[in-house]
């Protein structure tokens, strides 16, 4: 359809020659009739990629109109059709002996260069580039000097095309052929470093940045990066690199510092807390998050971190406090973990042994061979005055997984004691 149009146009064009005034029309002024019905048609062809046929209709533009940018135009859209050997042999027709058109030039220039004669490119170039001193000439010159393998002289002209203009594309090209093709990584990196700390924040520069630093395996300098990215893109993808970063190098306080500050992820930092035994902290956030999402797991946890930050764990007060919201959890949640906490709760402090026994029982109805939970069922029997049961079960915890554990070797001695008590009792 689009040929069909430029056909039609052709026409209205030559057979309205006559109509063409002397006077050359200004750039902003309507040199002929017809002249924005051409313009339409030019623009409709490059939106449909018929390049082709948008640049007759630029051409004729020009040829009817005399203003300059419709030869630009037109050109341009021989480069988009990749009719290079044309757009040569315009240019040669355009260019005037007495006046060096350095657009035309430009034209011709990348027009050589996609044709891969690299050597007639390079030399109207590098004269192109010496007389307009614009970053674009010195970059199409270094993308030239790339293309011949000549990476010096490539990092040359981005150099004077980044002096001119502190761009993160320039600057980003110029560095990956200092580190990739010249072998100059500490300069490469100081570059973009500098970047960074002299120009302003730039999520090009930054991803750069972690590839070389990710290379190298420079780790410390991989976390610096991320969190520099991460003041001002706080996604979810790089607050995990960080988070993973932080774990790698086993820097759990720095880890805890980021995550108070970022509020990225408060159930890792939950974790970290206990892991730490920062108790006060623990039990503030998990009663936060309980508060947040009712959900019976930050009660349980914060019940049982408000019992191990309790510097009197034997209080009236903290007991009656610790007890009730677990025995509200076990209501919901039947977690082994939370019905073990509460019945050895009840049986160490002897709030209700039986009761305290009979969450044990629940536990172990669960999970029968564990070490942990029968050394809770064994220090219940010690607590009913039981010592010969007692005796019995944590004998086998001493023989199970865990069973060298410290608190188990204290409930054995405290049982053996029992026991000799007991023996003495009856030789009376």
């Avoid at 051409?59 to 005399?66: H, N, T, V």
């Avoid at 040569?88 to 027709?93: A, E, G, L, T």
């Avoid at 027009?111 to 192109?128: G, P």
């Avoid at 009761?355 to 999970?367: E, P, S, T």
Wanted: charged letters at 30%; one cysteine or more.
């Amino acid at each position: 359809m689009i040929k069909i149009f430029v056909l039609c146009m052709s026409i209205v064009l030559f057979t309205s020659c006559s109509l063409k005034n002397d006077v050359k029309a200004k750039p902003n002024e309507k040199a002929f009739m017809d002249e924005d019905t051409y313009i339409l048609f030019a623009l409709r062809a490059e939106q449909v990629h018929d390049n082709k046929a948008a640049s007759e209709l630029f051409r004729k533009l020009y040829i009817k109109s005399d203003k300059q940018e419709y030869i630009y135009r037109s050109l341009e859209n021989d480069l988009m059709a990749r009719d290079n050997e044309k757009v040569i042999q315009r240019v040669d027709k355009l260019q005037k002996i007495d006046t060096l058109d350095m657009r035309l030039l430009r034209y011709k220039v990348v027009a050589l260069f996609e044709l891969n004669r690299l050597d007639y490119a390079i030399n109207l170039s590098v004269e192109l580039a010496s007389k307009t001193k614009e970053p674009n000439d010195y970059l199409l010159t270094s993308d030239i000097y790339i293309k011949r393998q000549e990476f010096d002289l490539a990092v040359r002209y981005l150099e004077s095309a980044y002096a001119k203009e502190h761009n993160e594309k320039i600057l980003d090209k110029m560095s990956i052929i200092l580190y990739v093709n010249l072998g100059r990584k500490k300069e490469a990196i100081a570059h973009l470093e500098t970047y960074t700390r002299m120009v302003g924040d730039s999520k090009l520069i930054y991803l750069r940045l972690i590839a070389f630093y990710s290379n190298d395996n420079n780790i410390d300098g991989l976390l610096s990066t991320y969190l520099r990215l991460y003041e001002f893109d706080k996604s979810p993808q790089v607050s995990t690199k960080i988070m993973q970063i932080y774990s790698y190098k086993q820097d759990y306080a720095g880890l805890v510092n980021f995550l108070e500050k970022s509020k990225t992820d408060d159930t890792v930092l939950l974790q970290l807390y206990a892991s730490v035994k920062q108790y006060d902290k623990a039990y503030a956030l998990a009663s936060e998050l309980y508060l947040k999402t009712r959900n019976s797991d930050y009660l349980g946890q914060s019940a049982i971190y408000e019992y191990e930050g309790a510097k009197n764990k034997s209080s009236k007060a903290l007991l009656q406090s610790v007890v009730s919201k677990l025995e509200k959890v076990v209501l919901v949640n039947k977690q082994t973990v939370y019905l073990n906490y509460l019945g050895y709760i009840l049986i160490d402090h002897e709030v209700d042994v039986k009761k305290g026994m009979m969450y044990i029982d629940r536990v172990l109805a669960l999970q029968p061979q564990s070490a942990f939970y029968l050394d809770s069922k064994a220090w219940g029997y010690y607590k009913l005055g039981q010592c010969e049961e007692a005796d019995r079960l944590i004998k086998e915890v001493a023989k199970m997984e865990g069973g060298d554990d410290p608190e188990v070797k204290v409930h054995i001695e405290k049982i053996n004691k029992c026991l000799k008590n007991k023996k003495g009792k009856k030789r009376k």
